[in-house]
């Protein structure tokens, strides 16, 4: 089973600043790497997919870069309602698995 | 715009069985995989189950297999998760997510088992 291990487990930030999410995987997943955001009482929402790929409707400044084993998310500017907690999920080897989340705070 | 709406969750007794169902609309759902994910009070994503779109491929998590079984019905744009054996730790929220090119891009709302005594 691949382990996927995000971090920081917890991200406080102000509006305005940037954000930067880490995502490491046990093994190479390629670009099989999608993020999620989830706020709280809500479904998942799909932000990033193929590592890089920002799905429809998704802001600008959520952004996805890596390959292999390390995976980057990044927001260029906070806003407010960015508060949530955020997933990756590798697609490339059964069993299918997700991080265990990072929460951002936003102050 | 796509939807999946679960539903069949419940407080259910520890070993006793229950069958999720998430119906479709608004896409070909005969075209997709479909899984389930969960999500245990509190705590982070589980995937549990797939099946392919031709419903002849299913896969399962290993804290499942034998005990949830994983179905669908194209003609009637449902999919379920039957499971059996319940146990305290299958509490969780229940979410049906539809695959596209390998991201889930689309959820349903999730539907709640609690399994207790």
Same mark, same amino acid.
């Given at each position: 089973?691949?382990?996927?291990?995000?971090?920081?487990?917890?991200?406080?930030?102000?509006?305005?600043?940037?954000?930067?999410? #880490?995502?490491? *995987?046990? /093994?190479?997943?390629?670009?099989?790497?999608?993020?999620?955001?989830?706020?709280?009482? /809500?479904?998942?929402?799909?932000?990033?997919?193929? *590592? #890089?790929?920002?799905?429809?409707?998704?802001?600008?400044?959520?952004? !996805?870069?890596?390959?292999?084993?390390?995976?980057?998310?990044?927001? #260029? #500017?906070?806003?407010?309602?960015?508060? *949530?907690?955020?997933?990756?999920?590798?697609?490339?080897?059964?069993?299918?698995?997700?991080? /265990? !989340?990072?929460?951002?705070?936003?102050? | 715009?796509?939807?999946?709406?679960?539903?069949?969750?419940?407080?259910? @007794?520890?070993?006793?069985?229950?069958?999720?169902?998430?119906?479709?609309?608004? %896409?070909? %759902?005969?075209?997709?995989?479909?899984?389930?994910?969960?999500?245990?009070?509190?705590?982070?994503?589980?995937?549990?189950?797939?099946?392919?779109?031709?419903?002849?491929?299913?896969?399962?998590?290993?804290?499942?297999?034998?005990?949830?079984?994983?179905? $669908?019905?194209?003609?009637?744009?449902?999919?379920?998760? @039957?499971?059996?054996?319940?146990?305290?730790?299958?509490?969780?929220?229940?979410?049906?997510? $539809?695959?596209?090119?390998? $991201?889930?891009? %689309?959820?349903?709302?999730?539907?709640?088992?609690?399994?207790?005594?």
């Amino acid at each position: 089973e691949i382990v996927l291990t995000q971090s920081p487990d917890t991200l406080s930030l102000s509006p305005g600043e940037r954000a930067t999410l #880490s995502c490491r *995987a046990s /093994q190479s997943v390629s670009s099989y790497l999608a993020w999620y955001q989830q706020k709280g009482g /809500q479904a998942p929402r799909l932000l990033i997919y193929g *590592a #890089s790929n920002r799905a429809t409707g998704i802001p600008a400044r959520f952004s !996805g870069s890596g390959s292999g084993t390390d995976f980057t998310l990044t927001i #260029s #500017s906070l806003e407010p309602e960015d508060c *949530a907690v955020y997933y990756c999920q590798q697609r490339n080897n059964w069993p299918i698995t997700f991080g /265990q !989340g990072t929460r951002l705070e936003i102050k | 715009q796509v939807q999946l709406v679960e539903s069949g969750g419940g407080v259910v @007794q520890p070993g006793r069985s229950l069958r999720l169902s998430c119906a479709a609309s608004r %896409f070909t %759902f005969s075209s997709y995989d479909i899984h389930w994910v969960r999500q245990a009070p509190g705590k982070g994503l589980q995937w549990v189950a797939s099946i392919s779109s031709d419903d002849i491929i299913k896969n399962y998590a290993d804290s499942v297999k034998g005990r949830f079984t994983i179905s $669908r019905d194209n003609s009637k744009n449902t999919l379920y998760l @039957q499971m059996n054996s319940l146990r305290a730790e299958d509490t969780a929220v229940y979410y049906c997510a $539809r695959e596209s090119d390998f $991201r889930f891009d %689309f959820w349903g709302q999730g539907t709640l088992v609690t399994v207790s005594s």
